[in-house]
């Protein structure tokens, strides 16, 4: 775990301290369950590059593999080394 630092005014440390001492749990503990809730409700980031191009054509993904194959059988596409890969 990452420790970090949280700044709350009084009214709210006050209402932390009592959910905590009611539920029997640290104030840490609700803190990480209210933002774990939190975050799994905001909308995720779009991918970059996601939609932003159009081919033109449907079905592009359902013949994935027969594009692949033909593409790299005319030599427009190849296999690229992995990053960590010196030569």
Do not use: C, N
Not at 66 to 80: F, N, P, T, V, Y
């Amino acid at each position: 775990m990452v420790k970090t630092t949280v700044y709350l005014d009084g009214d709210l440390a006050q209402s932390l301290r009592q959910l905590a001492a009611l539920e029997g749990r640290s104030q840490a503990e609700l803190i990480r369950d209210a933002l774990h809730e939190f975050t799994r409700r905001r909308k995720k980031p779009p991918i970059p590059g996601v939609g932003e191009f159009d081919s033109g054509e449907s079905g592009v993904s359902q013949r994935a593999e027969e594009i692949l194959a033909k593409a790299s059988a005319s030599g427009k596409w190849r296999r690229q080394r992995s990053r960590g890969t010196h030569r």
